[in-house]
Every structure is written in C-alpha cells, then in structure tokens.
C-alpha cells in the first residue's frame, strides 16, 4: 500500500506514491476505492480497458479517478487497482483492476460526489510520483 | 499551486458579527468579508477558509467582496458558505467552483396541518414509511427516465414532476426561481451525466443529506409563522438534496472545459478549482446553461420525494392530511440578478456555495404570499440540534446580495468524527432525546455526528446580529432519515 487518506473539514483527499506515473495512478486508484468501500475491501477480479487523453497530467489524473466513480455509479462496478503504461505524449492506456460492488462487502466507505482539481499536484521526482488531490463527500 | 495564507495584518475586525480581509495580494480585486462572531472566527482561521475568501476575490470582474457566511468551513476553491457576485454586463466570469459538484442541492419545508404530540405514536412508522419510499444511499435510485422524461426533468424542474403527478399546482410557486431556471438547456449536458442521472431522480443520496420530522418547537416573528403557515407544536419535515450523479457530472464536466477556457482567455487564479469563464464567453453561456439544467433536475428530484413524503403522511393519518411545501431554496447555485451597486442597479452573477439565498419583503421575485415578511430561510442544525426558520431583511439586501449562512457548518473532519464516537454510540445519543433514526450507512451516521457540526445558536446568532435574518421559527428534530 502507497497511499494515504488526507484531512479535511468536510471532505477527504489521497496522496498516492509509486516508481513511476503508472505506479503512482495505481495507488491513487487503490486510495479512492479505499474511501470508497473500506480500506482493503475491494479486489481486483477484473479488468476494465480504459484510455485517458487529457492535455495535461494534472487532468488525466482527475479523469482517470473520475472515472472510476462513473462506472461504479452507472455500472456497479468498484476500481481499486491499474495496470496502465503512459506514452511520450502523456497518454495513459491500459486497464482497471476491480469487482462489481457488493454493499455488504464494500459498505464501509463514503460516497464520493467527485474528484476536484483543489490542490491538485502530480510531483515528479528522482525516487518516484507523488499524486495528491482531494475528494467531494 | 500552494493554498493562500492570510496575514494576521489584513484581518481586521469591523464589529462584533464581521470582519474584513483587507486585500493584500495584488491580484485580489476586493477585499473579503466574514460574518463571524469572536466564538466562530478561529476555526475560520484554522482550517484555511479565510485564505479561500482571499483565493475567490481574485476573480475577474468580482463585484464588493468576497464573502463568507458564519457557517463557513473549508471548500475546494471556494469555502463552503461563500458568496461571491461578478458584473454580468462587464468583465464578470462565472466559475463551476463557486457552486460545487452537488448543483442546488438545497432544503425545502414541508408543513403538516398535524401537531406532532398527537402524531407521536405514529411517527417511528412514518419514518421508516418515508424510508422505504424514498431511496437511499450511493448510486440508489428511483425508476429508469427516458430521454424524453429526463429532458423534461432538465427543462421544467419542479414543475415538470407537478406535471407528472408528483406534487400540487401551487408548489413551484413556493420554490426558489419557481423551480425551474429559464436558462436551462439539457443539450448542454453531457451523455455521462445523463447516463447518472437517469436512474436517480426522486432519491435522496448520501452525506449529509437528509430527511428529518421535526416539531416547531418556538415561534419569533408571528406574521412571517403565519404566512409560512407555521404554529407552535407543528409536525414539519425538512428535506435536504441535491442533483445527485448528474449535478456532479456536470460540474466534473465543466472545471475540466473550464481549465482550457481560461487559457485562452488569459485568466489565472490561485486555485485550479477556481477555474472560470467570461459569463458571455462561449464556455460560460454552456455551463450557465448546463448548471441551470442541473438545478432543474434538483428542484425535480425534491419534488418527487416530497410527494413520496405526502403519500407516507397520509397513509398513517388519511387522505385529508394536508402537508404544504413552505419554500424550497437553492444552496449551490449560481444566478444572474439585479442588486443596487453604489445606488445603480446592475446585473451580477451572484454565486452561493454552501449558502442561501435570503431575500427581504417587497422583492417582485417573492412569491405574494411572502411578499410582505421576506423570503423563508431554513438553517438545518444536525441530527441531534434544532433547526431555525428565518426571513431575509434589507440589510441582506445591501451588503450580501441578499445571502446568509445554509446551516451549522462542519466543524470536524470525518476521519476524526470517526475517532471520536461510532455509530451506536450516536444512535444511543439520539435515541435518548427522542430522536429516532434510519440511516443507511453507519459510518455515514458517525461521521454526522451532532458533534461534528458547529452550534446553530451561534450562526444563527450571527446573520441575526449582523442584521442579515431576522429569526421566524425553532425547529426540534423528532426523526432522521440519512443516507
């Protein structure tokens, strides 16, 4: 586990940390579901293709997390991991690790209305990626 | 980008109810105002809600200050609790993060014509009635829309579900904008928040939202009680919701259109969540139309549980149980209206994050049944406090574009809610003052803790010294219906 859940007077945010970027959107993945459901409460049975194309990796972050409340939202299905590669042009592709939500299993987190761009950072350094952002309850 | 730290220097006190945030960056294009007492100021300063105030009078064209209302906390961007009005016929920019992802998620008042002592042996079965009607919770909803259904949602609001069988003819009327902003166009929303939304209208979701029966328990102002309808011992239901998954999405949407908007028109703010738009530019007429859309959907939704309400109400006390919608008010929203500024009228975008609009006796906007007492106002305590009714004065008018607070405020964080109590211990507190509760997350219970909210009495003490309310109606929660 890379990640922490950050304080907030009326909302949460996650600081996630890997190697690399993949590495890193990963683990901000596994803190969201972490809030979402109940740390440790999902697991990544399955896989969802996805692909982000976004201008910048500020936004690919917000659309990556948001993504996963829309299928969770829409489709049932909770993401807690990701198996992503990124491309010179800052595109992400590969695919969401998850399992279709269950509300007795996954029952202890908070809903989550969004994901913000408020103190939004994507911090590269030699030893790894550092994300953080913060969460609308 | 760092937050924005406030020097002890530019806080300055004015009186006892305000302060004052002299500018002191040279990006900020007014200074701010902050209705707090000295009880309420510190946490204000804590948690880095008046650098916020400072963040959002930096915005192009902002009109006065930069204000937030004494149940402020933290936001993103904005605080919650902040008002912020932009010249709408200049150089104003509207920005999605002065009215947050929950689009007009906001409060009505439903008045019975029942006394909530005669009612007491049947209330815990009206409440699990109204919780078995009316969803509950993450995702959960009511029945699937179709195009056509949801696109009436989007374009008519409260007075669509009226149209549709969920409500009575007056009760538009008795809604904030008559339920429906003219602006609205469901072309603006995107297939995603449709995709949310579609399955949702008529549920109340999770947080903070609520559903609580409530006894007045008080009576101040006699003729504002009486146009509300309003006695002592009355049986009122408060409902507290938003626009749910499509509300989120459209923002979510938007501050992502908005972030390449403000490149191109050459806007920097010191907070991404801030992103904005010129109000006539393309992308600021898109989301005002997609965020009145929004709003729509949210005055639909409150409608239909209302009707949900008033079936549960009279299938325990009969067909001729009369329960009215009081008013029903908007707490994230953004609007164009007309103010005095500097003695000349002038049309703002005025938006209210986390606050009311509260406007005073004699505004055309009123319904006639409000016109000459002011606008009802409805500050939800928690679960476990009062709640208070009250009405906009001149003096809300004039200084705060006619804006007070929306509640008590959170005071504490949920991770600390959570080491503090658990939620049989705040089901044992509630229940020990005769509250009772259906709630359909513990750990949503915990983290609502009564505690976890700053004092009522002291917000509404507030706006009423600061002159900005004048105080109607006490309300005591008898039962609790939480996500």
Request: charged share 20%.
């Amino acid at each position: 586990m890379s990640f922490r859940i950050l304080e907030h007077t009326a909302d949460l945010g996650l600081e996630a940390w890997g190697s690399d970027l993949s590495a890193a959107l990963d683990q901000a993945v596994a803190a969201l579901a972490a809030i979402l459901a109940g740390e440790g409460a999902a697991q990544g049975l399955e896989r969802r293709a996805i692909a982000v194309d976004e201008p910048d990796v500020d936004a690919s972050v917000v659309a990556l997390l948001s993504e996963c409340l829309y299928l969770l939202e829409v489709e049932g299905w909770l993401a807690c991991g990701a198996q992503l590669s990124v491309d010179g042009q800052g595109r992400i592709q590969g695919n969401l690790l998850g399992e279709p939500f269950h509300s007795t299993r996954h029952g202890e987190g908070v809903a989550v209305k969004a994901i913000t761009w408020h103190q939004l950072s994507v911090v590269v350094q030699p030893g790894g990626v550092t994300i953080t952002t913060y969460v609308d309850c | 980008m760092k937050p924005v730290t406030v020097p002890s220097s530019a806080v300055v006190r004015l009186d006892p109810w305000r302060v004052r945030i002299e500018p002191f960056r040279p990006d900020m294009r007014g200074p701010g105002l902050v209705f707090a007492s000295d009880r309420l100021l510190p946490a204000l300063e804590r948690d880095g809600t008046l650098g916020q105030v400072a963040g959002v009078a930096t915005l192009p064209g902002l009109v006065g200050a930069s204000m937030a209302m004494p149940d402020a906390h933290q936001g993103y961007g904005f605080p919650i609790g902040g008002v912020a009005a932009t010249d709408a016929e200049g150089e104003g920019v509207i920005s999605p993060g002065g009215v947050g992802f929950d689009i007009n998620c906001g409060v009505r008042l439903l008045a019975t014509d029942l006394a909530a002592d005669e009612a007491g042996p049947r209330l815990r079965s009206l409440l699990e009635a109204i919780f078995r009607r009316v969803p509950v919770g993450v995702g959960r909803g009511g029945d699937d829309l179709s195009k056509r259904q949801l696109d009436g949602a989007l374009a008519g609001g409260a007075g669509w579900a009226v149209q549709q069988g969920h409500g009575l003819p007056e009760d538009a009327d008795h809604c904030e904008s008559s339920g429906a902003m003219p602006q609205a166009d469901p072309a603006a929303v995107s297939e995603r928040a449709k995709a949310r939304g579609r399955g949702q209208l008529g549920s109340l979701g999770a947080g903070n939202h609520f559903i609580e029966l409530q006894r007045v328990e008080r009576v101040e102002h006699g003729p504002a009680a009486e146009a509300m309808g309003l006695f002592v011992g009355q049986l009122v239901v408060l409902v507290h919701t938003g626009s749910r998954g499509l509300g989120h999405q459209v923002c979510t949407d938007q501050v992502g259109l908005m972030q390449q908007a403000m490149k191109r028109h050459g806007l920097q703010v010191p907070d991404r969540q801030l992103a904005c738009a010129p109000i006539g530019s393309s992308e600021g007429r898109h989301y005002l139309a997609a965020m009145a859309a929004a709003a729509n959907y949210a005055w639909a939704n409150r409608q239909i549980i209302t009707h949900q309400v008033r079936q549960a109400v009279a299938e325990h006390f009969g067909a001729a149980t009369h329960t009215r919608l009081v008013y029903d008010l908007a707490h994230n929203i953004a609007k164009l209206e007309r103010h005095q500024v500097l003695g000349q009228e002038h049309l703002l975008c005025v938006h209210r994050k986390g606050a009311t609009r509260a406007f005073a006796a004699g505004h055309p906007e009123l319904p006639a049944r409000y016109r000459d007492v002011g606008q009802p106002v409805f500050i939800p305590g928690s679960m476990g406090t009062a709640s208070w009714v009250l009405v906009g004065t001149p003096q809300a008018m004039a200084e705060s574009w006619g804006s007070v607070c929306h509640g008590a405020g959170r005071a504490m964080s949920r991770t600390a809610a959570r080491k503090q109590t658990n939620a049989d211990a705040v089901m044992a507190c509630l229940t020990a003052q005769g509250i009772r509760v259906q709630a359909g997350s513990k750990r949503g219970l915990c983290e609502e803790a009564p505690e976890s909210y700053k004092d009522v009495e002291s917000v509404v003490e507030t706006v009423v010294g600061a002159r900005l309310a004048h105080r109607v109606a006490r309300l005591r929660p008898l039962g609790v219906v939480k996500g």
